[in-house]
């Protein structure tokens, strides 16, 4: 199956303040991917049982993941393992554009505290 990745507007939703939106293409209880557009999005977020996968579409983006920080660029991509604090930053003028896939690790297989 097939989708284009969303470019509509009315199909955004405002992460409530935070500095960010997003849109999804796909959601399911394996897997979700989609769009995320940054504008600040400092909040730090924990991944528990789910491996995220970025790619970086447009613009420049800080990332902390638990004790190492990163910047990466349009064209490069990054991933955050399960079980990890992140937090991504727009370090550009415009917003950055973010495709994401999430994949759900099944909770035995991976070590939560």
């Not at 997003?22 to 789910?50: D, H, I, K, Y």
Request: aromatic share 10%.
């Amino acid at each position: 199956m097939a989708k284009n990745l969303p470019d509509n507007r009315a199909n955004w939703i405002d992460l409530d303040g935070l500095g960010g939106k997003l849109a999804r293409a796909f959601v399911t209880e394996v897997f979700s991917s989609g769009v995320l557009e940054l504008a600040t999005l400092r909040n730090p977020r924990r991944t528990l049982t789910r491996t995220e996968v970025f790619y970086i579409e447009k613009g420049s983006v800080d990332v902390s993941v638990h004790k190492t920080k990163f910047r990466v660029s349009s064209g490069a991509h990054f991933f955050i393992p399960p079980n990890n604090t992140y937090q991504l930053e727009n370090v550009g003028p415009e917003p950055a554009r973010l495709v994401f896939f999430v994949a759900n690790t099944p909770a035995g297989l991976v070590a939560v505290d």
